[in-house]
């Protein structure tokens, strides 16, 4: 599965392995991370992503993505599906490491990945997000998601292909 590749950023689909290396944070000298990389919420998603890989068998193109700079290679975060499409509908979720917070980055990436879900036929994209998660807020509506659902512990946002 090829690299997924924005202005600023590579999405590279990561395998088991790599997965594995994140997850436990052992990285091989083929490895280049930022200082803060990974986070605890990459540790999160990539041990759905493992757990779902060994039960259903290979996740890609619907699996995670390390997200890379450009322009000194350096491993800053992760996006990914949390499943494969269900009725034409994906859920996403996303994270970067502090150093890379503040950029544009996870709007570049989120904008990134819902193009290649269009591309596999997907007809929505969906986050949900905790109301008090103001960037993650602002990183949905600068990629053109529109919020379906506000109560007081959940905030969803969808974005409708084509």
């Known amino acids: 599965m090829p690299d997924i590749e924005t202005t600023r950023l590579i999405l590279h689909p990561v395998d088991s392995a790599e997965a ?16 803060d990389y990974p986070f605890d919420g990459d ?6 992503f493992v757990a779902a890989t060994e039960r ?3 996740q890609r193109p619907f699996g995670y993505y390390r997200i890379t700079q450009r322009s000194d290679r350096h491993a800053i975060g992760g996006i990914g599906f949390k499943g494969p499409p269900d009725n034409g509908v994906v859920e996403v979720g ?7 917070r503040g ?3 996870a709007t570049e990436a989120l904008s ?31 990629a053109g998601f529109v919020r379906v ?4 512990d959940l905030l969803r946002y969808e974005f409708s292909v084509g």
């Not at 594995?20 to 200082?35: C, F, K, L, S, V």
């Not at 659902?149 to 007081?152: H, R």
């Open 20 to 35: 594995g290396r994140i997850h436990n944070r052992t990285p091989t000298a083929e490895d280049q991370w930022a200082a």
């Open 56 to 58: 259903d068998g290979e």
């Open 112 to 142: 990134a990945l819902t193009t290649a879900a269009a591309s596999q036929g997907v007809a929505r994209v969906r986050a949900d997000i905790a109301p008090d998660n103001v960037a993650s807020r602002r990183t949905l509506e600068r």
């Open 94 to 100: 996303y994270g970067l490491a502090p150093s890379a």
């Open 103 to 105: 950029h544009g980055y």
């Open 149 to 152: 659902v506000a109560d007081a």
């Open 43 to 48: 540790i999160v998603a990539l041990g759905a």
